[in-house]
């Protein structure tokens, strides 16, 4: 009853209740209530598919059902239906060919409408059912699509390569199946997301739960797989974690450190005074713990094969800053991190595509030569190395659809003219399947001189370009904004504004090598004793405008030791 939002008067919507309903576990319901339970559920079944779901529940000796079961089933008379006069054709385009025994058996088993159709979720489960079937290997991917198990390029070659395939082509289903388990993981309730993530180290609000649930896969039966869960949370722009607990929901996403790490990347997080962390902060901060690694003892000649050149001083720096693994090696990605803020380094523009590599970066042609493009080369055929490295991020992320372009522009609240629209479409740098990275339409949209943003899309444009707006923050750049008679406001006022409350920033795990540039060096317990004191923001930021309390910490307490 606590989570059930109940009014000042102690009342509540109906369909706020049955919401409740659907994700309560052990509660059980009189078979003779059945039907309207199914009805005010939302399920419009007809006279077979209501006694296909009643055969399919395990009623106990007392005629009761559990509610949960009946939503498990329910689901499956839910989405798009499938019409049994081209059955055989929607079958042979996800890979499934029927003997004439098999499509009478399958018929048999399928609750057909008046009008001769089956929910495809329920058709996909009959499917999976049958014996001794088989699927066409090169549509294993169309298939687990129809079937609502959400699996990546990579992850459908995998099952392409480790499983057996006949003369024909055709690998069995059941082994299949599986196979599919070992690589997504177990399934959840979308109602048990939050406690699992509370037991991982991970706290969520309701709120960013309901955000959360948003953005993964969800099956008929309202489960997701546990692996997309965790996958999401590595992006997910919310929740945190106790300071304590790091280590644990490091090892429960997926990370693998080593003491020394997890105390290099505790020493560059910002912690509340609750001892907490967000974490999409520590998420960004713990994926340069990844990748492929190189030994300790070839930093300068990895460098070097870059074109980034680092003195001698800077090369013992490097050393005595790197967390070392105990394999005396380094992630690439974290000598890179700690390189990128030292001052001139320049990269190798025909070495964009090792750094994009370490980055874990991959790009289409056509995107690649946009990159590079747009990156100012030198006569020494080099490119700031700072520079380069924040462009390619620009090629990360979700990618949209270029044919759909003017819903995703009106979606996050952008006004283009018409020209402004053609103009946007001549510069961007769409895939082989017509879509652009998010952030790199995003950049091109700022670069243009006019755009404007509803008024009412500010905060959720802000976050779309991962900008982290505190509530004072927020609340200013409301205030100081202006906007026109058709409550929109200027992109670049907008952004402009955005600039002057944040400040120019530094990133927090970038800070000891720029104290070290001004000539100082600090332990890791000072560090921990600066961060707190400094503006950092969410995102691992300090504002370096903040010039008076960054002199008073670092230049004037006694803890500083100058190189």
Known sequence: MKSLPIDAAGKLYTHKLLDGIKSLKGVKLSVDKLAPFVENMGFQLEKDEYEDLVNSLSIDDEGMVETSAIMDEG???????????????????????????????????????????????????????????????????????????????????????????????????????????????????????????????????????????????????????????????????????????LKNVLQNTGFRLEAKEIQDLQTHLPVTEDEKVSLNVLMDAAKVFTGEKIDASDLKNVLANMGIEVTDKEHLMLLKTLPVHSDRKVYKKRLLDSVKPLEGKKIYASKLGTLMEIMEIELQSEEYNDLLNHLPVDEGGKVNLNVAMNDVKAFTGEKVDVHNLERVLRRMGLVLTDKEHMELLETLPSDTDGKVYKNRLLKSVKALNGPKVKINKVESLVEEMEIILNDEELEELTMQLSTDDDKTVDLNDLMDTISHIKGEVIGVQDLDNFLASKGIELTDGEMKELIPQLAVNSKLFFKKNNSVVFQEVCLCCPMNKLS
Not at 186 to 209: A, F, P, S
């Open 75 to 245: 689901n499956l008379f839910t989405g798009e239906k499938v019409d049994t006069n081209n059955l055989e054709n929607f079958l042979e385009n996800i890979g499934i060919e029927l003997t004439e025994d098999k499509g009478m058996e399958l018929l048999n088993n399928l609750p057909v409408d008046a009008k001769g159709r089956v929910y495809k979720n329920k058709l996909m489960k009959e499917v999976a059912c049958l014996k001794g079937m088989k699927v066409s290997s090169s549509k294993i991917g169309n298939f687990m699509e129809n079937m609502g198990i959400d699996l990546k390029e990579k992850e459908v070659q995998e099952l392409k390569d480790d499983l057996a395939v006949d003369d024909n082509g055709k690998i069995d289903l059941n082994v299949l199946m599986d196979k599919v388990k070992c690589v997504t993981g177990e399934k959840i309730h979308t109602g048990d997301v939050k406690n699992i993530l509370k037991n991982m180290g991970i706290e969520i609000t309701d709120k960013e739960n309901k955000k959360l649930l948003k953005t993964l896969p969800v099956s008929a039966d309202q489960k997701v797989f546990k692996k997309n869960v965790v996958d999401a949370v590595k992006s997910f722009r919310g929740g945190k974690t106790n300071v304590s607990d």
